[in-house]
């Protein structure tokens, strides 16, 4: 159903040009919105007209008319006043309403229809047959899920719905308290969809705008997390469910970034699905029956952190660290003596960074208990 500011704003409209006030009742009489104050009880006049078989009805002072939706009267609506051709005005306003209550409805039912899709509870061929009923067309799409961290998530959906770049085959919704699912249509990327990095970057680009605009617009920090393209409606919940899954690996093993990937989730992606006794199992053969110390050690993390974004390159870790690459050097051995690990070397910078990020699975799976 309709708003009744959009109501009342539609009827101030009609009386705007048509000069004619205009009341619209609900069908047991209830006046729902108006121009003017009315100058009787309309309710037994409007429970008259809603027991008679007329759909239209003119009087001296006023004029009836049954807006009907799907064979169902959903407002009775009424003009008031002596106006030239103020029965075919009334027509026409009554035309107008039903033409919003029916895409409204529409609306609400692709909106009904696209959640029922990202949760899987549809079969795929009543997908096919309903987006077919409601005129939604199979193309390249993307799903992001922002995460807004159970704040304003309806002011964000709201300010999603009303970014300029949205097309007409994207859908903004909700599927719980703490997202807002953004379901893109890329077919107009076709140029770049056929070049994986240029369509990763561009994905990206439109994850970072999300995460900007909301922020600069809503004042509201959110993650964005996205799936792969997918090119039939069914498949939707797939993407839908990858980008869930980047938000979850993200907040483990990415905390710093805002918009992560899942086609990027790398290694992560594997962890993240180990059983825990094997994670509790490979921590222990890496580090024995005491964590290091050094993985508390801020400073230590910084530069095994910056010397892995160099690609174990000293030279170059100690450049950006504007440190000589000696103490580089002395920072690192004290770090093997501690782990028993020399990440100089690639299998045990290897062996270090995955034993890192299996730990913090477990301590998140921990802390969730």
């Not at 995460?147 to 719980?176: H, Y």
């Not at 964590?291 to 690609?311: C, G, Q, R």
């Not at 504007?322 to 045990?348: A, M, P, S």
Request: charge should be negative.
């Amino acid at each position: 159903m309709l708003s009744a500011q959009k109501l009342l704003s539609t009827l101030n409209e009609i009386k705007e040009i048509s000069q004619l006030n205009l009341a619209l009742f609900q069908p047991n009489g209830k006046v729902i919105v108006h121009t003017s104050e009315l100058e009787y009880d309309m309710e037994s006049v409007v429970g008259e007209f809603m027991d008679s078989i007329e759909t239209e009805q003119s009087h001296d002072s006023y004029q009836l008319f049954k807006i009907n939706i799907e064979h169902e009267t959903e407002y009775v609506l009424a003009t008031f006043g002596n106006v030239e051709n103020g029965f075919v005005i009334g027509k026409m306003a009554a035309s107008q309403i039903r033409t919003l209550s029916l895409s409204k409805s529409e609306e609400f039912d692709r909106n009904v229809f696209i959640q029922n899709v990202l949760l899987g509870n549809l079969l795929t061929i009543d997908i096919f047959s309903k987006a077919k009923k409601l005129h939604i067309e199979a193309k390249p799409r993307v799903t992001f899920v922002i995460d807004t961290g159970s704040k304003n998530t309806d002011l964000v959906m709201e300010m999603v719905k009303n970014l300029s770049n949205l097309k007409a085959g994207d859908f903004v919704t909700t599927v719980d308290e703490h997202s807002v699912v953004l379901v893109k249509d890329i077919s107009y990327m076709e140029a770049v969809m056929r070049n994986s990095i240029e369509l990763e970057d561009e994905l990206g680009s439109i994850a970072m705008s999300l995460v900007d605009s909301i922020h600069m617009e809503a004042m509201v920090k959110v993650r964005v997390g996205y799936g792969n393209v997918v090119t039939e409606i069914s498949d939707i919940a797939q993407s839908f469910q990858e980008a869930k899954m980047a938000l979850q690996v993200g907040k483990v093993f990415y905390v710093e970034k805002e918009t992560i990937s899942y086609g990027k989730l790398g290694i992560g992606r594997l962890i993240y699905q180990l059983p825990m006794s094997l994670c509790n199992m490979f921590i222990k053969e890496v580090f024995g029956d005491k964590i290091p110390e050094v993985l508390e050690d801020e400073e230590a993390m910084s530069t095994i952190n910056k010397f892995f974004e160099n690609n174990l390159n000293i030279s170059e870790t100690a450049r950006q660290l504007y440190v000589h690459r000696n103490t580089l050097v002395y920072r690192l051995e004290r770090i093997e003596k501690e782990i028993g690990l020399d990440i100089r070397k690639f299998d045990d910078a290897m062996t270090f960074r995955i034993a890192v990020m299996v730990l913090a699975h477990v301590k998140d799976v921990d802390n969730s208990k």
